[in-house]
T-cell receptor, first 116, second 108 residues
Framework: DAGVIQSPRHEVTEMGQEVTLRCKPISGHDYLFWYRQTMMRGLELLIYFNNNVPIDDSGMPEDRFSAKMPNASFSTLKIQPSEPRDSAVYFC??????????????FGPGTRLTVL | EDQVTQSPEALRLQEGESSSLNCSYTVSGLRGLFWYRQDPGKGPEFLFTLYSAGEEKEKERLKATLTKKESFLHITAPKPEDSATYLCAVVWADKLIFGTGTRLQVFP
């Protein structure tokens, strides 16, 4: 398996522009997670899906952030409009279900976003 | 209140100098604790999962242990290729809560 695939790997944009990050999870994984990593706050969960349905979006910082999962093999995280404080590395991860707990999450290589 | 705290923030070791990284947590009824390794410019890579106090797991020079309040990642005779940031995470409300990591540098 190719693992979790993310695109683009790097994104540089100007404040106010729309940014779309993409993720393809590992085939057969029911769960998909979006994380943001910064030096100050570490790795933070933004939102996660189970079988394409958003389960918990409490980590989404503002209404400027939205995420969708139209099918089992594709998800997007959109920021509109983008702001300099959104600059971070965004990771997508996927996992199998594990009753009563959380199964191993496998991470993609990340998208480094810079908002000027 | 921080649920996961890792220490030290950074650790510099000479090659062959064994040491331990700490991960303390405050969640009650632990349902799993994960260790990940992260290299610069890459996503976290899974190392271990521990579920109950007293459990231990090993992989090459790494051994993870778990008590009711904390986990340790022991590194025996480290090599420069072990240099990375080590993250721990606990299961809470069907999610993983990550610590801020320990940045390990091993010098030849």
């Amino acid at each position: 398996d190719a693992g979790v695939i993310q695109s683009p790997r790097h994104e540089v944009t100007e404040m106010g522009q729309e940014v779309t990050l993409r993720c393809k999870p590992i085939s057969g994984h029911d769960y998909l997670f979006w994380y943001r990593q910064t030096m100050m706050r570490g790795l933070e969960l933004l939102i996660y899906f189970n079988n394409n349905v958003p389960i918990d979006d409490s980590g989404m910082p503002e209404d400027r952030f939205s995420a969708k999962m139209p099918n089992a093999s594709f998800s997007t995280l959109k920021i509109q409009p983008s702001e300099p404080r959104d600059s971070a590395v965004y990771f997508c991860a996927s996992s199998l279900p594990l009753p009563g707990s959380v199964d191993t999450q496998y991470f993609g290589p990340g998208t480094r976003l810079t908002v000027l | 209140e921080d649920q996961v705290t890792q220490s030290p923030e950074a650790l510099r070791l000479q090659e062959g100098e064994s040491s331990s990284l700490n991960c303390s947590y405050t969640v009650s009824g632990l349902r799993g604790l994960f260790w990940y390794r992260q290299d610069p410019g890459k996503g976290p890579e899974f190392l271990f999962t521990l579920y109950s106090a007293g459990e231990e797991k090993e992989k090459e020079r790494l051994k993870a242990t778990l008590t009711k309040k904390e986990s340790f990642l022991h590194i025996t005779a480290p090599k420069p290729e072990d240099s990375a940031t080590y993250l721990c995470a606990v299961v809470w409300a069907d999610k993983l809560i990550f610590g801020t990591g320990t940045r390990l540098q091993v010098f030849p």
